[in-house]
């Protein structure tokens, strides 16, 4: 067994992992689940961004 953790590490991470388990899984994919992970994972991390850009200009 590799020493690789397979438990979040990001906050990005957790939450796109959160949300792909709140989904309706019935009849999805392996392939299908690695994509809803990919596209909410990357729509958080865009987010997350726009957040920090959001606090940049409001100081």
Request: hydrophobic letters at 35%; glycine letters at 4%.
């Amino acid at each position: 067994m590799s020493d690789e953790s397979y438990f979040p590490s990001t906050r990005q991470e957790a939450l796109a992992l959160l949300y792909v388990q709140s989904q309706d899984l019935a009849g999805k994919s392996p392939e299908d689940l690695a994509d809803m992970y990919a596209d909410a994972y990357s729509r958080l991390r865009a987010r997350f961004k726009a957040m920090r850009e959001e606090q940049r200009g409001a100081n």
